[in-house]
């Protein structure tokens, strides 16, 4: 029932319940807004839009339904085709993540809804951020690129995961959050882990691609034995070098080797190609020297038969034979020279004389002498 401006209540005189007393519009202080005329024509709308009174029981009702509704309402949420579903029951997870879509689940504080992006690829950087320069890092990143090697180095390793939600659930359970922290530990342990094992030289040239391809495998293993619901896109090594009080140093080491590699090619080029010509020059001269043992026996064996049939004749007319070989010898020998033969039993007086040499010249025919 509304309040009644009337004398004797509440605080008696004529006060009202605030304890101020009836005042007409305007008062000493101003216009005052007349409560009790709110209030009434509040209640008065309220009647009209609730049948049977604000204080009957159907009106009741409808405000205990349409609150019911708007609660249930709240339990709406939807999930984006790049985003995985998880609903919390009472804090626990339910069993299997739901779809992409409109999806509805008991409203607060009974369940509710976490949507992580499972398709985003996401990075983690250790030992330098982006947008830093190289040198100057602060000591915390330092402490997170400066690593031992096999070969009891120091170098200087930084690099990247990209990774992505693999399952969501137990992504946001069996891991710590912020889960990037636990990616990055986790990341660096095995990094650590491996270029523990590997030389400096390696580390530093060749075996740069080896190095990411098993750190991917053996993050990916570790995360797995977490069940942290992640995948590993890629490790890659944005910066390998010793540390900067000694990269100098380490420079020239490394254009030394290169260096020594270079006159090593050279060398085995240069010896590619002198092995080759010695090797053809050998054989030749095994050639003609099997040629030149071929032709001397040849000839030996010539001279052998030669000889033996000189001698069968020799045996069968010695006189003969031995005037013969003479005057092919003496022809041998004098064959640029005139010669004149003479016969010892032509007599005394008269030289017997045959100018052949004369003759053969007159006739054109070059003169080598006669025989008797």
Do not use: C
């Amino acid at each position: 029932m509304p309040w009644q401006n009337t004398g004797g209540g509440g605080g008696g005189g004529g006060r009202g319940p605030w304890g101020s007393g009836p005042q007409g519009p305007r008062g000493p202080q101003g216009p005052q807004p007349n409560l009790d005329e709110l209030m009434r024509k509040g209640q008065d709308r309220l009647k009209q839009i609730l049948p049977g009174g604000a204080g009957g029981k159907s009106g009741i009702m409808l405000l205990i339904i349409g609150a019911l509704l708007l609660w249930a309402a709240s339990g709406i949420y939807r999930v984006n085709t790049d985003e995985q579903g998880v609903v919390l029951r009472f804090g626990k997870a339910a069993e299997q993540p739901t779809l992409p879509g409109l999806h509805w689940h008991l409203p607060w504080p009974i369940e509710t809804a976490l949507t992580p992006a499972v398709t985003v690829v996401n990075r983690v950087d250790v030992g330098f951020r982006q947008g830093m320069t190289q040198r100057g890092r602060p000591a915390n990143l330092l402490n997170e690129s400066l690593m031992l090697t096999g070969d009891e180095n120091i170098v200087d390793v930084a690099f990247t995961v990209f990774w992505q939600i693999k399952d969501a659930k137990r992504y946001l359970f069996n891991i710590q959050s912020p889960q990037e922290d636990t990616v990055k530990a986790v990341a660096e342990s095995v990094m650590r882990e491996i270029v523990g094992k590997t030389p400096i030289s390696r580390v530093l040239t060749e075996g740069r691609g080896e190095i990411q391809r098993e750190v991917t495998a053996r993050l990916q293993n570790a995360l797995d034995e977490y069940g942290a619901g992640i995948l590993v896109r890629e490790v890659k090594l944005e910066k390998v070098d010793p540390p900067a009080q000694v990269i100098d140093a380490f420079r020239d080491v490394q254009a030394a080797e290169a260096d020594r590699e270079r006159f090593r090619n050279e060398a085995e080029r240069y010896a590619n190609q002198i092995i080759p010509e010695a090797r053809g020059k050998a054989n030749q001269l095994l050639q003609e020297a099997e040629a030149y043992k071929e032709q001397i026996i040849a000839e030996s064996q010539g001279d052998a038969a030669r000889f033996m049939s000189v001698y069968e004749e020799y045996k069968q007319a010695r006189d003969v034979t031995t005037q013969r070989i003479y005057l092919e010898t003496m022809e041998t020998i004098l064959k640029d020279m005139n010669k004149v033969i003479m016969d010892e039993n032509a007599g005394t007086g008269v030289v017997p004389y045959m100018a052949l040499p004369e003759i053969k010249r007159k006739s054109g025919t070059p003169a080598s002498g006669g025989r008797p």
